[in-house]
């Protein structure tokens, strides 16, 4: 629907941090929008400086929206998580003040997928460690602890959108897959679900972790988990920073009991590319370090682009919330030559009374509500004559959060 909103297209804001593709930039651009694209992450202070007149907040998974930030966003309409994860985000407080958040829920998962598969390989093959000793210098031929990944078996920590990718394309290379998981997924191929995470830890030679970052995840491999893994596992991490416990992880590498890992993702990352970036993680052997790459891409960010816009887009021209992750799913079709009400409101008894009060009043085309524990969101397609009265004394009730109308 490519209607007019009531603001005119060309005051909407739209602040993208992060190095978003240039794919979301150009389909801002060509809706007439004004766009402005940093490609790296701000602190807290400067997003409040900058937030006051955006509309729009695209961000990747560095940028922490915080309530603060968000007590300063006067006008914004939506955020755009451009990446999968949304923990980043304080998604209560968003919803709380009417602002949905957006994501792309699949876009970037076969890249991380494959980059865990070629990381298995170069773990098995100790690649880190010779290619680092011919860069300085150093030929040193030798087969001992290497090994073929065919006929080893893997372990996937959380059997969801990537979890599951990964295990098709283990059996492929011929590995034996197990996961665990604590909702019942459906084992794909010839891989088996473990009842608990103690079978999973004690049974693999890889084990890999797929998991969001939630209270459950924060920290759930630790020294006794690492303990339990058998000596000569090696550990992958492209999930949340804060799942493993990287000083037991480094010990363990150390001592030996680990034959190696590979880490994508740290519980402290920087905003922007840097030259002194640390972790105690460096130096030790066998160990892949990576800057958090797993989504990095071209054909994820394209398409992730393309689609966090498209979703964000189509919210502001028609008011349709689908694809958010805290805000009441609503879309509805377009009745023409009516003018469309958006409504968001504290989700209390009586409110839904109130607005149909109002609009029985009025020639209403279509309406649509739906729900969440702290909002409700409700669209209606009324006579245009009308609309800017019906506008007004809904956004006057007492629960109203913010009322749009679209022409
Ligand atoms: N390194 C990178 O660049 C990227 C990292 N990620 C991270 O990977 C995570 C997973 O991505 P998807 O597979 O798309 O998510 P998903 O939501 O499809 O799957 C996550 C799975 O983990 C399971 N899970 C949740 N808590 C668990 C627990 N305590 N124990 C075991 N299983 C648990 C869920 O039930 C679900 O099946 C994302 O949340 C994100 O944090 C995602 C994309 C790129
Ligand atoms: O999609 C995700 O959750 C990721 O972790 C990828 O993050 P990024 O877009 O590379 O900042």
Known sequence: MDTTTSFPK????ILLLENIHSAAIKQFNDQGFQVESISSSLPEEKIIEKIKDV?????????????????AANRLLAIGCFCIGTDQVDLHAAEKRGIPVFNSPFCNSRSVAELIIAEIIILS??????????????????????????GKSLGIIGYGHIGSQLSVLAEAMGMS?????????????????????????????????????TELTRGMIGEEEINTMKKG??????SRGKVVQIPHLAAALRSGHLAGCAVDVYPSEPEANCDDWETELQGCPNTILTPHIGGSTEEAQEAIGLEVS???????????????????????????????????????????????????????????????????????????????????????LPNSIRTRILY
């Not at 088996?192 to 890889?206: G, I, R, T």
């Open 310 to 396: 498209d979703l964000i887009i189509s919210f502001i021209n028609s008011g349709a919330s689908a694809g958010s992750v805290n805000f009441p799913e609503v879309t509805m079709p377009y009745s023409p030559s009516t003018h469309r009400i958006l409504n968001i409101h504290n989700n209390k008894p009586g409110v839904l009374r109130d607005i149909n009060n109002i609009l029985s009043e009025f020639n209403v085309s279509g309406q649509v509500l739906s729900t969440r524990k702290q909002i409700g969101y409700i669209i209606a397609d009324v006579d245009s004559k009308a609309s800017k009265e019906i506008k007004k004394k809904i956004s006057d």
């Open 125 to 150: 093959r100790k690649l880190g460690d010779r290619s680092k000793e011919m860069h300085e210098k150093k030929w040193r031929k030798e087969s001992k602890a290497c090994h073929e990944i065919r």
């Open 177 to 213: 897959v197990s996961y665990y998981d604590i909702a019942r997924r459906l084992p794909l191929g010839n891989s088996k679900m473990c009842p608990d995470l103690k079978s999973l830890l004690e049974s693999n030679n890889f084990i890999t972790l797929h998991v969001p970052d």
């Open 55 to 71: 509309h729009v907040l695209g961000l990747r998974s560095k940028t922490k929206v915080t309530e603060k930030i968000l007590d």
């Open 233 to 238: 596992t090696y550990l992958l991490n492209a």
């Open 10 to 13: 060309d005051k909407i804001k």
